[in-house]
T-cell receptor, first 114, second 109 residues
Framework: IAGITQAPTSQILAAGRRMTLRCTQD?????MYWYRQDLGLGLRLIHY???????GKGEVPDGYSVSRANTDDFPLTLASAVPSQTSVYFC?????????????FGEGSRLTVL | GQNIDQPTEMTATEGAIVQINCTYQ??????LFWYQQHAGEAPTFLSY??LDGLEEKGRFSSFLSRSKGYSYLLLKELQMKDSASYLC??????????WGAGTKLIIKP
């Protein structure tokens, strides 16, 4: 089934540890995004990529890094996790980079940092 | 700053009609989106408005007034499965999506 796959679905992590959230899409979308969703707040953009080989910072990029080596994969790395990074993380993709592009979301990765 | 406002929670009765409002203040405007998100699941696309007026899609309709910075999502013939959060998002002049916090809709029998 075509779509976006995120892994892991859920993870508990000790503060200070490094963590990579994986995201793979098979729709050949050029744009990909990482959001975090916290209770009472709207989705907040962490990083984005308009095409393979390029990335950009979103609203809340500090403490996170991304790479886009190819069209399909867009991993998000927390170099040294902190409790404020406890959140649900959604990866998304769209066919058009920014213009009229409906976003397709993965199922989310629930991360708890202790 | 940029801001999207929508009610935190609404309650409606099965079979009825409900209107979820969204007001926005953004740097430019390149369209407004509505997404549905069931608890514990990913958001899914419902509608997109870029011109003023009403867009109808089955039981769901979305309205936009750019001069008023206002949109609403209208849900008719409510079903229990419509219980979800409804997210309003505006694309600004930089083609970045600004998201509201979402409206949790509770449907009662």
């Amino acid at each position: 089934i075509a779509g976006i796959t995120q892994a892991p679905t859920s993870q508990i992590l000790a503060a200070g540890r490094r963590m990579t959230l994986r995201c793979t899409q098979d729709m050949r979308h050029n744009a990909m995004y990482w959001y975090r969703q916290d209770l009472g707040l709207g989705l907040r953009l962490i990083h984005y990529s308009n095409t393979a080989g390029t990335t950009g910072k979103g609203e809340v990029p500090d403490g996170y890094s991304v790479s886009r080596a190819n069209t399909d994969d867009f991993p998000l790395t927390l170099a040294s996790a902190v409790p404020s990074q406890t959140s649900v993380y959604f990866c998304a993709s769209s066919n058009l980079a920014g213009v009229n592009g409906e976003l397709f979301f993965g199922e989310g990765s629930r991360l708890t940092v202790l | 700053g940029q801001n999207i406002d929508q009610p935190t929670e609404m309650t409606a009765t099965e079979g009825a009609i409900v209107q979820i409002n969204c007001t926005y203040q953004t740097s430019g405007f390149n369209g407004l989106f509505w997404y549905q998100q069931h608890a514990g699941e990913a958001p899914t696309f419902l509608s997109y408005n870029v011109l003023d007026g009403l867009e109808e899609k089955g039981r769901f309709s979305s309205f936009l007034s750019r001069s008023k910075g206002y949109s609403y999502l209208l849900l008719k013939e409510l079903q229990m499965k419509d219980s979800a959060s409804y997210l309003c998002a505006v694309m600004d002049s930089n083609y970045q999506l600004i998201w509201g916090a979402g409206t949790k809709l509770i449907i009662k029998p």
